[in-house]
T-cell receptor
Framework: KAGVTQTPRYLIKTRGQQVTLSCSPISGHRSVSWYQQTPGQGLQFLFEYFSETQRNKGNFPGRFSGRQFSNSRSEMNVSTLELGDSALYLC?????????????????FGDGTRLSIL | GENVEQHPSTLSVQEGDSAVIKCTYSDSASNYFPWYKQELGKGPQLIIDIRSNVGEKKDQRIAVTLNKTAKHFSLHITETQPEDSAVYFCAARSGGSYIPTFGRGTSLIVHP
Protein backbone atom coordinates (compact mmCIF):
# COMPACT_ATOMS: atom_id res chain seq x y z
CA LYS A 1 0.00 0.00 0.00
CA ALA A 2 1.47 3.38 -0.97
CA GLY A 3 2.16 5.80 1.87
CA VAL A 4 1.19 9.43 2.22
CA THR A 5 2.54 11.37 -0.75
CA GLN A 6 3.36 15.06 -0.58
CA THR A 7 4.33 17.26 -3.50
CA PRO A 8 6.48 19.09 -4.13
CA ARG A 9 9.28 17.99 -1.80
CA TYR A 10 11.06 21.34 -1.94
CA LEU A 11 9.85 24.83 -2.71
CA ILE A 12 11.50 28.24 -2.69
CA LYS A 13 9.35 31.35 -2.66
CA THR A 14 9.78 35.03 -1.89
CA ARG A 15 7.93 37.16 0.63
CA GLY A 16 4.45 38.19 -0.43
CA GLN A 17 3.92 35.25 -2.78
CA GLN A 18 1.45 32.46 -2.20
CA VAL A 19 1.99 28.72 -2.30
CA THR A 20 -0.10 25.57 -2.62
CA LEU A 21 1.05 22.23 -1.25
CA SER A 22 -0.52 18.90 -2.11
CA CYS A 23 -1.10 15.72 -0.12
CA SER A 24 -2.42 12.33 -1.23
CA PRO A 25 -3.41 10.17 1.75
CA ILE A 26 -3.10 6.42 2.07
CA SER A 27 -5.83 4.68 0.12
CA GLY A 28 -8.93 4.31 2.31
CA HIS A 29 -7.93 7.09 4.71
CA ARG A 30 -10.43 9.91 4.77
CA SER A 31 -8.90 12.11 7.46
CA VAL A 32 -6.01 14.40 6.50
CA SER A 33 -4.16 16.67 8.91
CA TRP A 34 -1.51 19.29 8.23
CA TYR A 35 1.37 20.26 10.53
CA GLN A 36 4.09 22.86 10.46
CA GLN A 37 7.46 21.72 11.76
CA THR A 38 10.19 24.18 12.73
CA PRO A 39 13.27 23.78 14.94
CA GLY A 40 11.96 26.38 17.39
CA GLN A 41 8.31 25.35 17.67
CA GLY A 42 8.35 21.64 16.93
CA LEU A 43 5.27 20.06 15.36
CA GLN A 44 2.33 22.44 15.31
CA PHE A 45 -1.13 21.42 14.15
CA LEU A 46 -2.61 23.49 11.34
CA PHE A 47 -5.93 21.84 10.48
CA GLU A 48 -7.71 18.57 9.85
CA TYR A 49 -10.08 17.65 7.06
CA PHE A 50 -12.53 14.78 6.93
CA SER A 51 -14.93 14.11 4.07
CA GLU A 52 -14.14 17.49 2.51
CA THR A 53 -14.96 19.39 5.72
CA GLN A 54 -12.55 21.13 8.04
CA ARG A 55 -13.08 19.47 11.37
CA ASN A 56 -10.35 20.98 13.53
CA LYS A 57 -8.17 24.04 13.27
CA GLY A 58 -4.99 25.04 15.04
CA ASN A 59 -3.87 28.48 16.09
CA PHE A 60 -2.59 29.86 12.79
CA PRO A 61 -3.55 33.07 10.96
CA GLY A 62 -6.10 33.09 8.18
CA ARG A 63 -3.30 33.18 5.60
CA PHE A 64 -3.13 29.43 6.09
CA SER A 65 -6.01 27.59 4.51
CA GLY A 66 -6.76 24.19 3.14
CA ARG A 67 -9.28 22.05 1.39
CA GLN A 68 -10.03 18.42 0.72
CA PHE A 69 -11.40 16.87 -2.44
CA SER A 70 -13.88 14.05 -2.86
CA ASN A 71 -11.03 11.56 -3.40
CA SER A 72 -9.58 12.61 0.02
CA ARG A 73 -6.60 14.38 -1.54
CA SER A 74 -5.88 17.64 0.24
CA GLU A 75 -4.21 20.93 -0.55
CA MET A 76 -2.87 23.56 1.76
CA ASN A 77 -2.47 27.19 0.71
CA VAL A 78 -0.42 29.93 2.32
CA SER A 79 -0.94 33.47 1.06
CA THR A 80 1.23 36.54 1.53
CA LEU A 81 4.24 34.49 2.56
CA GLU A 82 6.44 35.73 5.40
CA LEU A 83 9.99 34.75 6.29
CA GLY A 84 8.67 32.97 9.37
CA ASP A 85 6.66 30.59 7.19
CA SER A 86 9.87 28.78 6.26
CA ALA A 87 9.31 25.28 7.60
CA LEU A 88 8.70 21.65 6.83
CA TYR A 89 5.00 21.15 6.17
CA LEU A 90 3.80 17.66 6.99
CA CYS A 91 0.61 15.95 5.99
CA UNK A 92 -0.77 12.97 7.88
CA UNK A 93 -3.67 10.65 7.17
CA UNK A 94 -5.53 8.42 9.57
CA UNK A 95 -7.50 5.21 9.00
CA UNK A 96 -11.20 5.02 9.77
CA UNK A 97 -12.09 4.67 13.43
CA UNK A 98 -12.79 1.25 14.84
CA UNK A 99 -15.79 1.26 17.10
CA UNK A 100 -13.95 0.02 20.18
CA UNK A 101 -10.99 2.39 20.04
CA UNK A 102 -12.35 5.60 18.62
CA UNK A 103 -9.55 8.13 18.42
CA UNK A 104 -6.80 5.56 18.91
CA UNK A 105 -5.82 5.16 15.29
CA UNK A 106 -2.32 6.56 14.64
CA UNK A 107 -1.57 9.15 12.04
CA UNK A 108 0.67 8.24 9.12
CA PHE A 109 2.91 11.04 7.94
CA GLY A 110 4.30 11.90 4.54
CA ASP A 111 7.88 13.08 4.11
CA GLY A 112 6.81 16.71 3.93
CA THR A 113 7.33 19.73 1.75
CA ARG A 114 10.33 21.88 2.69
CA LEU A 115 9.27 25.50 2.10
CA SER A 116 11.94 28.19 2.10
CA ILE A 117 11.05 31.88 1.95
CA LEU A 118 13.66 34.30 0.66
CA GLY B 1 -5.81 22.12 25.98
CA GLU B 2 -3.25 19.36 26.28
CA ASN B 3 0.39 20.20 26.99
CA VAL B 4 3.16 17.64 26.47
CA GLU B 5 6.66 18.09 27.87
CA GLN B 6 9.48 15.87 26.56
CA HIS B 7 12.96 15.31 28.03
CA PRO B 8 15.78 15.29 27.29
CA SER B 9 16.04 17.35 24.12
CA THR B 10 19.28 15.57 23.20
CA LEU B 11 20.47 12.12 24.25
CA SER B 12 23.85 10.68 23.36
CA VAL B 13 24.61 7.00 24.07
CA GLN B 14 27.11 4.35 23.07
CA GLU B 15 26.04 1.50 20.85
CA GLY B 16 24.59 -1.27 22.98
CA ASP B 17 23.47 1.04 25.79
CA SER B 18 19.85 1.68 26.69
CA ALA B 19 18.08 4.97 26.01
CA VAL B 20 15.10 6.38 27.88
CA ILE B 21 12.98 9.34 26.78
CA LYS B 22 10.36 10.74 29.14
CA CYS B 23 7.18 12.71 28.51
CA THR B 24 4.58 14.26 30.78
CA TYR B 25 1.10 15.36 29.82
CA SER B 26 -1.38 17.69 31.45
CA ASP B 27 -4.84 16.45 30.44
CA SER B 28 -5.97 13.54 32.60
CA ALA B 29 -8.52 12.69 29.87
CA SER B 30 -5.73 11.76 27.42
CA ASN B 31 -6.06 8.11 26.52
CA TYR B 32 -3.77 7.39 23.58
CA PHE B 33 0.00 7.88 23.44
CA PRO B 34 1.92 7.26 20.19
CA TRP B 35 5.66 7.56 19.69
CA TYR B 36 7.20 8.60 16.39
CA LYS B 37 10.72 8.37 14.96
CA GLN B 38 11.83 10.93 12.43
CA GLU B 39 14.96 10.32 10.39
CA LEU B 40 16.72 13.05 8.48
CA GLY B 41 14.75 14.11 5.42
CA LYS B 42 11.78 11.93 6.33
CA GLY B 43 8.44 12.40 8.00
CA PRO B 44 7.71 10.99 11.47
CA GLN B 45 7.01 7.27 11.49
CA LEU B 46 4.99 5.53 14.19
CA ILE B 47 7.16 3.09 16.15
CA ILE B 48 4.92 2.14 19.08
CA ASP B 49 1.75 3.32 20.79
CA ILE B 50 -0.07 2.63 24.02
CA ARG B 51 -3.63 3.08 25.23
CA SER B 52 -4.51 4.33 28.68
CA ASN B 53 -5.87 0.95 29.81
CA VAL B 54 -2.38 -0.59 29.45
CA GLY B 55 0.65 0.07 31.65
CA GLU B 56 3.38 -1.26 29.40
CA LYS B 57 3.87 -2.43 25.83
CA LYS B 58 6.90 -4.01 24.17
CA ASP B 59 7.97 -4.55 20.61
CA GLN B 60 11.39 -6.19 20.33
CA ARG B 61 13.95 -3.63 21.56
CA ILE B 62 11.37 -0.91 22.13
CA ALA B 63 9.03 -0.55 25.10
CA VAL B 64 6.71 2.14 26.35
CA THR B 65 5.46 2.54 29.92
CA LEU B 66 2.56 4.65 31.10
CA ASN B 67 1.85 5.99 34.58
CA LYS B 68 -1.61 7.53 34.47
CA THR B 69 -1.51 8.69 38.09
CA ALA B 70 1.65 10.70 37.53
CA LYS B 71 0.64 11.56 33.94
CA HIS B 72 3.90 10.52 32.40
CA PHE B 73 5.00 7.97 29.84
CA SER B 74 8.41 6.83 28.67
CA LEU B 75 10.08 5.22 25.68
CA HIS B 76 12.78 2.64 26.38
CA ILE B 77 15.17 1.45 23.68
CA THR B 78 17.51 -1.39 24.63
CA GLU B 79 20.69 -2.49 22.86
CA THR B 80 20.81 0.70 20.83
CA GLN B 81 22.25 0.63 17.33
CA PRO B 82 23.56 3.46 15.13
CA GLU B 83 20.42 3.20 12.98
CA ASP B 84 18.37 4.17 16.04
CA SER B 85 19.85 7.69 15.69
CA ALA B 86 16.94 9.99 14.89
CA VAL B 87 14.54 12.47 16.47
CA TYR B 88 11.84 10.85 18.61
CA PHE B 89 8.50 12.49 19.35
CA CYS B 90 5.97 11.55 21.97
CA ALA B 91 2.33 12.58 21.65
CA ALA B 92 -0.82 12.47 23.70
CA ARG B 93 -4.37 12.48 22.45
CA SER B 94 -7.17 13.65 24.67
CA GLY B 95 -10.47 11.83 24.68
CA GLY B 96 -12.19 14.98 23.47
CA SER B 97 -10.01 15.50 20.40
CA TYR B 98 -8.79 13.38 17.55
CA ILE B 99 -5.70 15.57 17.21
CA PRO B 100 -2.60 14.55 19.17
CA THR B 101 -0.39 17.08 20.92
CA PHE B 102 3.30 16.45 20.29
CA GLY B 103 6.31 16.89 22.51
CA ARG B 104 9.21 18.99 21.23
CA GLY B 105 11.29 15.95 20.29
CA THR B 106 14.45 14.21 21.49
CA SER B 107 17.48 13.92 19.25
CA LEU B 108 18.99 10.49 19.95
CA ILE B 109 22.57 9.96 18.86
CA VAL B 110 24.00 6.45 19.05
CA HIS B 111 27.79 6.36 18.76
CA PRO B 112 29.32 3.21 17.21
Amino acid sequence: KAGVTQTPRYLIKTRGQQVTLSCSPISGHRSVSWYQQTPGQGLQFLFEYFSETQRNKGNFPGRFSGRQFSNSRSEMNVSTLELGDSALYLCASRPPFRTRYIGHQPQHFGDGTRLSIL
Amino acid sequence: GENVEQHPSTLSVQEGDSAVIKCTYSDSASNYFPWYKQELGKGPQLIIDIRSNVGEKKDQRIAVTLNKTAKHFSLHITETQPEDSAVYFCAARSGGSYIPTFGRGTSLIVHP
